[in-house]
């Protein structure tokens, strides 16, 4: 007995096809015409999208910063993402100072395991570097299924590491299968601009982002293609945010260095004009790197299209702008980073990109589930709607449209960086390894039905 959703329309990365989709278990049984069975449940699709399962390669769920940890944790976090398509998450487990990656990995399946309504991976993000760590990374990559590390080149005295270190992680990596993913911001020139804006008594959180240039995060981004080219190792540059960042990577791929990299929507639909508002409100905005000036947005919509940016995650790092994002009323640099954003990534993506003709339905399935499939060890179990693949299915039905509240958001924090803004289309019913997780709209589930999922080594 099986599942067979009949009359959508399918979306894959490459095409976009009538068909009907048949369910047995937790995979796809198969994708055509004529293919129910006897005793199989049909639904209709009708005048709506099927999309794979989206994948979120970038979230930060109970994270701890400093005294406080973030608003979302793995269950409001994942269930905000399965009701906005995505049912795979990639969240970052981090190895605090003295802790080897196998506490660090430990500590992070404590918080997530049992509680994630989506599917869910780690990447591992080390900040502890040494000769007992790097004999740790085959069994990162071999044994715990972690197929991608993580580097800070920005939060000097906390995370940073040293191009030293940056270097060694990228040859002890390459040679396990694992991609390094890095936070591209020169750290020591964020400390010089934040130390010289106190110094001056200009303590706003406007002046966040006036301490991040753009030239900040290029710089990082160069020095990492330099070094990743000498290593040959490959290498994913997260959250991208500017035009500058993003002709160096071009610049990199057109003479041959494995370097990828994902952009957010935050970089895609907001802008630096939030930092004019002269009260604490823009501490909503306090991200790393932070919004950019609006002419960014058409060079990173460019980018998506030709292929320089390779996946959209949202860096989905929630803080409560009361009780939390305050913490830095006096003092900017104060302000914990970070925005909420995993609910809606697939709707601002569809609304702001293929419905306003900047990309297309496949390169938007291409950037949400495929190639975060692809670089991150999933495909093709995920990431695409074919027999064999697990039964992720997003029902898109684009006639509704919802307008993006912090009242009505399923995200546990309290505010949207997106308040009042307009989504065209909404998952309307949403399938995990074959279960339906939402129905019209709403969850239908009691319990987590999340696994975690073992990565392939980076190929
Ligand atoms: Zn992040």
């Known amino acids: ?35 129910t069975q006897a005793g199989d449940t049909v639904l209709t699709a009708e005048g709506c999208y099927i999309f ?124 396990w299968g694992i991609l390094t993913c890095v936070h591209c911001e020169n750290g020591d020139i964020v400390d010089n601009l934040v130390r010289q804006f106190r110094r001056q008594g200009k303590t706003a959180p406007a002046y966040h982002h006036l301490s991040r240039p ?18 040959d190792a490959p290498v994913l540059v997260v959250h991208l945010s500017c035009r500058e960042s993003l002709e160096t990577v071009a610049q990199a ?51 998506l299209k030709t292929g320089i940016l390779d996946t959209v995650a949202t860096d989905h790092c929630s803080f409560n702008f009361h009780g939390q994002k305050e913490v830095g009323s006096e003092d900017f640099s104060k302000i914990p980073n970070g925005a909420p954003g995993v609910e809606h990534r697939l709707g601002l993506l569809y609304t702001y990109g293929v419905k306003a003709g900047k990309i297309s339905l496949t390169q938007f399935v291409d950037k949400v589930a495929t190639q975060p499939a692809k670089l991150f060890g999933l495909f093709p179990k995920k ?4 027999p064999g693949s697990d039964a992720d299915l997003v029902i898109w039905d684009e006639r509704r449209q919802v307008t993006i509240s912090a009242a009505s958001q399923a995200q546990k924090v309290d505010y949207s960086p997106y308040e009042g803004m307009k989504q065209q289309g909404q998952a309307v019913h949403v399938f995990l390894r074959g279960q339906q997780v939402v129905e019209n709209g709403k969850t239908c589930i009691d319990t987590p039905q999340g696994q975690f999922l073992f990565r392939k080594p980076f190929r």
């Not at 753009?214 to 290593?231: G, H, K």
């Not at 994902?262 to 004009?273: A, R």
């Open 52 to 175: 794979p399962g989206g994948i979120d390669a970038h979230t930060h769920f109970d994270l701890p910063v400093g005294t406080m940890s973030t608003a979302d944790d793995f269950a409001s976090g994942t269930k905000a993402a399965i009701l906005g398509g995505t049912t795979t998450v990639i969240d970052y487990a981090t190895q605090f100072k003295g802790e080897t990656l196998q506490q660090g990995l430990e500590n992070w399946h404590q918080r997530a395991d049992g509680k994630c309504y989506s599917d869910y991976g780690f990447h591992m993000a080390i900040t502890d570097w040494n000769e007992q760590v790097s004999r740790e990374i085959p069994w990162l990559g071999q044994e715990a299924g972690v197929a991608s590390v993580k580097l800070y080149m920005a939060y000097k005295n906390v995370m940073q590491v040293d191009d030293s270190t940056l270097f060694q992680v990228l040859e002890r990596s390459r040679d």
């Open 383 to 386: 990431g695409t709607i074919a």
């Open 214 to 231: 753009p030239r900040v995060e290029q710089e990082a981004v160069n020095r990492l293609t330099v070094l990743a080219e000498m290593a």
């Open 253 to 303: 791929k057109a003479r041959g260095v494995r370097v990828f990299a994902e952009t957010c929507p935050q970089y895609l639909v907001l802008d630096d004009s939030v930092y004019q508002d002269t009260t604490f409100s823009c501490a909503k905005y306090v991200i790393s790197p932070p919004l950019r000036a609006k002419e960014n947005q058409e060079y990173l919509w460019n980018g």
């Open 1 to 35: 007995m099986g599942i067979v959703l009949c009359g959508g329309t399918i979306v894959t990365d490459t095409a976009c096809y009538q068909a009907d989709i048949r369910i047995q278990g937790e995979i796809i049984d198969a994708v055509g015409s004529q293919v």
